[in-house]
């Protein structure tokens, strides 16, 4: 299967307000990303939707400089709206790469503006007087306050479960909560067990993101939050893909096509309830356009007219896996005191490699053998330098808090491939100890 994969498809058919956005996202992308206008000049035509090959995030990634929009060439770039000193910025974010593969985003400031407001409006129709200040993230959290691992979200012991808890309730006192489910679950475990009392605290509803939950998972959360769990799901690179509605079904957002195909084959499926994997189009992106761009979910969608809310977009259903399949899983250390999800501290690593200009693999995984021994499997990207070993140790060992050893070992794709069906991004070999 080649790195960018042609379906012989029709285009779909959309209501018409849709369709408009569409031919233009695709007329902007055939006249100003290079990847794009290279394939216009050899069809020798306009592009048609047919045209628009589907794109892996591997390939996406390895190529990211053709895949940005010359419009834009003369942004600034920052990594926060709040220090964006112009209108014409680009705002840096970084996805640190579940499935293995890091990749650097760029959105105008009207852009993530408007993908933004369209993620709040999800979340005003669940609780009208909901605001960013009074929603508590487990992830991507920048206002907490810690020294070190030890106090930080990431650890997930018991004695630090208890505290941020503690806290949530008599200091912050969040109307939402934000989180994946395995820290959702840890926190529910944590009330469960010890009998923890919210008190007055009320949580008008928690927002689960990032990883599927099950259904028991779900029940459990809500019993010790005493609230309702609704699911987010979405990607770094558009933001919000679908949301639930209040009958918990996952409805499309108005601002992204999403398409279902068959993984071995890269046909489209158009039956429905058939379950296929992920395309995405986002309709707001033009710095950095999404087409027909591969999510690595699975899912299958259906019809919406039997959806009580009234929404008319489609409804998605998501399989609970991955075709990347990944579990966060901990990183054992001879603190009794820290249990940190070693995801969290690789991810961490390669954001500080990419923020600093210095992304030089395009694949990683990282697993560990000993309590201080890890293997580092990688992808060279073309412009690897030999710096990324020196950095990857500095900022390992930094994140760890101590020396450790690393031993590297270089892949090809298609040893990734089979590596990618049975691993995760961080494993240890120490779970079981």
């Known amino acids: 299967m080649s790195i960018t994969e042609m379906l012989s498809t029709h285009r779909p058919t959309l209501p018409q307000e849709v369709s408009a956005r569409l031919d233009d996202l695709l007329a902007h992308a055939a006249g100003t990303v290079a990847f794009y206008m290279r394939l216009r000049e050899q069809k020798g035509r306009d592009l048609a ?16 400089d053709d895949m940005l929009s010359n419009r834009y060439s003369d942004y ?42 369209s993620l709040h409006k999800k979340r005003a129709a669940i609780y009208r007087e909901f605001s960013t200040d009074k929603m508590f993230g487990f992830i991507h959290n920048t206002e907490f ?48 067990k010890h009998d923890f009392d919210l008190g007055s605290w009320r949580v008008e509803f928690i927002e689960s993101v990032s990883e599927s939950i099950s259904d028991e998972q779900k029940r459990h959360v809500e019993e010790c939050f005493r609230t309702t769990v609704y699911d987010c799901y ?34 489209e499926i158009t039956e429905s309830e058939t379950e296929g994997e992920v395309v995405l189009t986002s309709l707001v992106n033009r710095a950095q356009p999404f087409i027909r761009y591969k999510t690595g979910d699975l899912a299958y969608l259906s019809d919406s007219a039997s959806c009580p809310c009234g929404n008319p977009a489609r409804v998605i259903h998501l399989s609970g896996r991955r ?7 901990l990183y054992a250390t001879e603190n009794s005191k820290l249990t940190i999800c070693g995801y969290d501290i690789f991810a961490t690593v390669m954001y500080r490699l990419a923020t600093g200009r210095c992304d030089y693999v395009s694949w990683y995984n990282v697993i560990q053998k000993e309590l201080d021994l ?4 990688y992808i060279k990207k073309n412009n690897f330098s030999d710096l990324f070993f020196t950095l990857f ?10 020396p450790a050893r690393f031993e590297f070992v270089e892949k090809d794709e298609q040893e990734v491939l089979l590596i990618n069906r049975k691993n995760r991004v961080f494993r240890s070999l120490l779970q079981n100890d």
């Open 49 to 64: 939707w047919t045209d628009f090959p589907v794109i892996t995030k591997k390939w996406f990634i390895d190529n990211l």
């Open 76 to 117: 600034a770039v920052s990594h926060s709206p709040k220090s964006a000193g112009s209108p014409k910025t680009l705002i840096h974010e970084f996805t640190s790469g579940s499935s293995g593969y890091p990749l650097r985003c760029y959105k105008t400031l009207q852009e993530r503006t408007r993908l933004a407001l």
């Open 145 to 192: 306050e810690s020294n070190s691992y030890i106090d930080s979200l990431g650890n997930l012991s018991e004695e630090n479960i208890g505290k941020v808890l503690t806290y949530l309730r008599d200091v912050v006192r969040p109307a939402v909560l934000h989180g994946n489910t395995m820290v959702l679950v840890y926190y529910s475990d944590y009330i469960n």
């Open 234 to 267: 979405g990607c770094l690179e558009c933001y919000n893909i679908a949301y639930d509605c209040c009958f918990h079904n996952l409805h499309l957002n108005e601002n992204v096509l999403v398409e279902i195909i068959d993984p071995n084959t890269g046909e």
């Open 323 to 329: 075709k990347v399949d990944y579990i966060k899983l």
């Open 374 to 377: 890890f293997e580092v499997l």
């Open 393 to 402: 140790v500095r900022y390992a060992e930094e994140e760890l808090g101590g």
